[in-house]
């Protein structure tokens, strides 16, 4: 290589790296869905510490962004639920259920709300539902068979709760037996 090529060479070589140092990279903001994500993670941990007002705040942030975002509405629900607001989480697990009918997790927070509502025969509704989508969702199972337990109906509540064993849910010691004992009263025979 000639004396003369190596110099245009070097030029062209520091012109470019020159240009390059001096560029700024201008700074790509995040998609929607990633801030969507960002804002969820964020409720999510301050939920896990208690932080359900926090969790809010962020769930709302991360809705805003992405209206569809079905996770977002099922936990925001799990944090007004934590706080005693009722009627919201409903009004959230009713959305996620909306955008996604074949959620099984939404059908059975619902339900457990409505539990906590004292609206025991919708709870029941939900679960079933919920066990419709998922007949190995076990926390369903116990669940509902709680709720039959509480109206008097043992027999439903002993297949339930028996269901939920088999699928692997750690069912109280204390409930299995007052739930088999009371069985045995109404029926006069031991459940199988």
């Not at 750690?170 to 739930?179: S, T």
Request: net charge positive; aromatic share 16%.
């Amino acid at each position: 290589m000639k004396f003369k090529e190596k110099i245009v060479i070097t030029i062209a070589f520091l012109l470019l790296g020159g240009c390059a140092a001096e560029k700024k990279i201008e700074r790509i903001p995040p998609l929607p869905q990633e801030a969507a994500e960002t804002y969820f993670k964020r409720g999510t941990d301050s939920s896990q510490k208690g932080d359900y007002r926090g969790a809010i705040l962020y769930y709302n942030q991360a809705i805003d962004i992405n209206p569809g975002f079905v996770v977002a509405y099922l936990n925001r629900g799990y944090s007004y639920s934590r706080m005693g607001e009722f009627e919201k989480a409903l009004a959230d697990y009713s959305k996620a259920i909306e955008l996604n009918p074949r959620y099984a997790i939404a059908y059975n927070n619902r339900g457990f709300v409505y539990r906590k509502m004292g609206e025991y025969d919708r709870a029941i509704l939900d679960y079933t539902k919920a066990i419709e989508i998922d007949p190995r969702y076990a926390s369903a199972y116990y669940n509902r068979g709680h709720i039959y337990h509480y109206k008097g109906e043992y027999e439903k509540a002993w297949d339930d709760i028996k269901k939920a064993r088999s699928l692997g849910f750690n069912v109280p010691p204390e409930f299995y037996k007052n739930l088999r004992d009371v069985y045995e009263k109404q029926k006069g025979t031991t459940p199988d």
